[in-house]
């Protein structure tokens, strides 16, 4: 720690503050300025919350001319470090501000048939959209990412089950199959192939989709194996059994 620097604790984090900041932070007048705002305001603030008190938020918001709001989060600390109550904190945000934006920008359409897939300043979050439809990809916290949206094999895993599901379903109703509902669990992993002959060095791994179906209803057996034979025969299961060739090109 430098001479004029000092470490201090907020929230159960170790923060470096210096003379310089603390005077600047002792000569602004918050409610003034906040009074002059002219913007939304939105506060938020936890009971529990042992770095800033009920008085200071309170403070805040009776400082703030409208429009303005005040939030209170149930057995939150200061800096959400619960994941739960991050994103709990996160979709208040999300919809208190949809009034106060202005209209989204206008993009291409995507065809149908066609899916983009579009980056973003953070590390891994991608936007994903197809015909109509928009989403976020993104990867979990242990690997860097935002934890924002699935994984790209979260994804390919969702198109297999949710094929299947649908082939099941419509199977069923038109052959008279007595089917209610069906969930269908999957994971991806890869296996050692010691005799995979198409290897000729290193460890060669055969990728595994294992995919686990639930049936409801009053199925017989016969009725149940002939629902395993189709579940193969969905439309994203063949595709991926015939070894898709991928072209890319440049724009």
């Known amino acids: 720690v430098g001479e004029q620097q000092t470490e201090v604790s907020i929230g159960g984090r170790p923060f470096r503050i210096g003379r310089e900041f603390l005077q600047s932070v002792a000569g602004q007048d918050q409610a ?17 919350d042992a770095t800033v008190g009920i008085e200071n938020a309170r403070a805040i918001f009776e400082a703030a001319k409208h429009p303005k709001s005040f939030v209170a989060l149930d057995g939150a600390d200061h800096l959400l470090t619960d994941p739960e109550q991050a994103r709990y904190a996160a979709m208040i945000v999300a919809a208190w501000v949809q009034p106060f934006l202005g209209p989204a920008m206008p993009i291409d359409a995507v065809s149908e048939g066609h899916v983009r897939v579009t980056s973003t300043e953070a590390k891994f979050v991608q936007i994903v959209d197809s015909s109509g439809h928009s989403f976020l990809a993104d990867e979990p916290l242990a690997v860097g990412g935002s934890d924002l949206g699935p994984t790209p094999y979260d994804l390919l895993l969702s198109a297999l089950g949710t094929c299947t599901a649908m082939t099941l379903r419509l199977v069923a109703e038109k052959e008279g199959i007595p089917l209610t509902g069906v969930s269908v669990v999957l994971n991806h992993s890869r296996r050692h192939a010691d005799d995979c002959a198409a290897c000729a060095t290193g460890q060669p791994q055969i990728e595994v989709l294992e995919r686990v179906i639930r049936l409801e209803g009053d199925l017989s057996e016969a009725q149940r194996m002939r629902m395993l034979v189709i579940a193969d025969k969905c439309p994203v299961h063949r595709t991926l059994e015939n070894h898709p060739r991928i072209e890319t090109r440049l724009l």
Do not use: Y
Request: avoid cysteine; glycine fraction near 6%; hydrophobic fraction near 55%.
């Open 32 to 48: 003034a300025r906040l009074g002059r705002l002219k913007r939304a305001l939105l506060v938020l603030h936890s009971a529990t």
